[in-house]
């Protein structure tokens, strides 16, 4: 079964600066790897989606990457804004499954 | 475009009682699921659907059904609520059941079983 890990779970960062948010799995056979944005007691906002054949994507401040063979994805956030403070979460999906597995988040704080 | 509505926003149940959480999507979205998050635990599939008429069981779906008699609609049952069924139940949507798709989530609903 897919296993999803990040970490850390809480990260605090003073306005300005640039993140990175890990994310890693155990099965490298997936077919895609999403980033999504929980903001407390609301549903969840893709960011970004990656095709296991693509190593990144971008959207404005946000680039996330992806590297099947070591089992990792990352979320680069570029200068860092208080507006940016939300739980950030990413999921895979396995070739072949129905679902995605989640990892359990990231909360970033960014101070201003 | 609404995108993906739930409905109730929040609801508390007693044991043993039974309700139907409301789904629904304006996208045309041909899949449809039903996840439950909880605390220190990624989100989880119950259950999916991949057209209307057509559901399948997902990773946790004791204590759960679901009907799918139209594109749009998605309800969730809790058959006769227990407390481990208190969670935020999330439901999601995309343009195929093929893995290549983005899916879209809906705000949740807030269930307490006591």
């Known amino acids: 079964k897919q296993e999803v890990t990040q970490i850390p779970a809480a990260l605090s960062v003073p306005e300005g600066e640039n993140l990175v948010l890990n994310c890693s799995f155990t099965?490298?056979?997936?077919?895609?790897l999403q980033w999504f944005r929980q903001d407390p007691g609301k549903g969840l906002t893709s960011l970004l989606l990656i095709q296991s054949s693509q190593r990144e994507q971008t959207s404005g401040r946000l680039n996330a990457s992806l590297d099947k063979s070591s089992g990792r994805s990352t979320l680069y956030i570029a200068a860092s804004q208080p507006g940016d403070s939300a739980t950030y979460l990413c999921a895979a999906r396995v070739t072949g499954a129905n679902n995605l597995f989640f990892g359990t988040g990231t909360r970033l704080t960014v101070i201003p | 475009n609404a995108g993906v509505t739930q409905t109730p926003k929040f609801q508390v149940l007693k044991t043993g009682q039974s309700m139907t959480l409301q789904c629904a999507q304006d996208?045309?979205?041909?899949?449809m699921s039903w996840y439950r998050q909880d605390p220190g635990m990624g989100l989880r599939l119950i259950h999916y659907s991949v057209g209307a008429g057509i559901t399948d069981q997902g990773e946790v779906p004791n204590g759960y059904n679901v009907s799918r008699s139209t594109t749009e609609d998605f309800p969730l049952r809790l058959l006769s609520a227990a407390p481990s069924q208190t969670s935020v139940y999330f439901c999601?949507?995309?343009?195929?059941?093929?893995?290549?798709?983005?899916?879209?989530f809906g705000p949740g609903t807030r269930l307490t079983v006591t």
């Open positions: 999601a949507s995309s343009y195929s059941r093929w893995d290549s798709y983005e899916q879209y």
């Open positions: 996208m045309n979205h041909e899949y």
């Open positions: 099965d490298s056979a997936i077919y895609n």
